[in-house]
């Protein structure tokens, strides 16, 4: 049916270089998909072609999932240069969770930046229409799952300012697993207050309504 045709999902498929490489060249072709499901999929280095995809704008997207595939900080960089250059008036939905977003890997190495999360914002404080976005288990405040790392505050403290701005659309943002610690949970609340158009956030697994934080 034509519905079929708006949505490409290859979740839990682990898909092998070759394969991504196939389906980028085909999606830089296509002009009808508006959801992309990549979640699981060991893209890895892949994303790059998939970016450059999405970067063609022939595409309507409107949402992105691609949790757990190995997505590094440059590919995630890239990855958002793209959607603001292809799916800058159209994507509304985004889930990166998974992913070492902030450079700090389970058991792996820890070179934590704020790179991605500051293009990121930039690019929603640019006039994008993401209204949801989950980031959850990407070391946003520098550790990983398994503990690795050492905590850092800069990332919500970027993301804070993005929130703060007013010039956001995002209405749920689940950045459950960062770790946040209460000091800077309260310094997020208080930026709150001068967001109107978030409705939800979700820290370490809990559900919280913007007007809890902001007491």
Not at 113 to 126: K, S, V, Y
Not at 134 to 158: E, F, H, K, P
Request: hydrophobic share 40%.
């Amino acid at each position: 049916s034509q519905g079929l045709h708006k949505r490409l999902s290859t979740e839990c498929s682990k898909l092998h270089a070759s394969e991504v490489t196939l389906i980028a060249e085909l999606l830089a072709a296509n002009s009808h998909l508006e959801t992309l499901d990549f979640n699981s999929s060991s893209i890895g280095s892949g994303m790059s072609r998939i970016s450059a995809a999405i970067k063609s704008k022939t595409m309507p997207l409107t949402t992105l999932h691609a949790a757990e595939n190995q997505i590094t900080v440059p590919l995630a960089v890239e990855l958002v240069h793209a959607l603001h250059a292809g799916a800058h008036h159209t994507l509304t939905e985004l889930d990166l969770s998974g992913n070492p977003l902030f450079g700090v890997e389970e058991g792996g190495k820890d070179e934590y930046t704020t790179e991605f999360i500051e293009t990121l914002c930039a690019w929603m404080q640019d006039g994008a229409k993401l209204l949801v976005l989950q980031l959850v288990d990407v070391a946003l405040c520098g550790l990983a799952r398994d503990g690795n790392g050492s905590y850092q505050s800069q990332g919500i403290t970027v993301l804070n300012e993005m929130l703060s701005s007013g010039s956001v659309l995002l209405r749920s943002l689940n950045v459950s697993g960062c770790k946040v610690r209460e000091d800077d949970t309260h310094h997020l609340g208080k930026g709150l207050v001068r967001n109107r158009a978030l409705e939800r956030l979700v820290l370490d697994k809990t559900a919280l309504m913007v007007q809890q934080l902001a007491r």
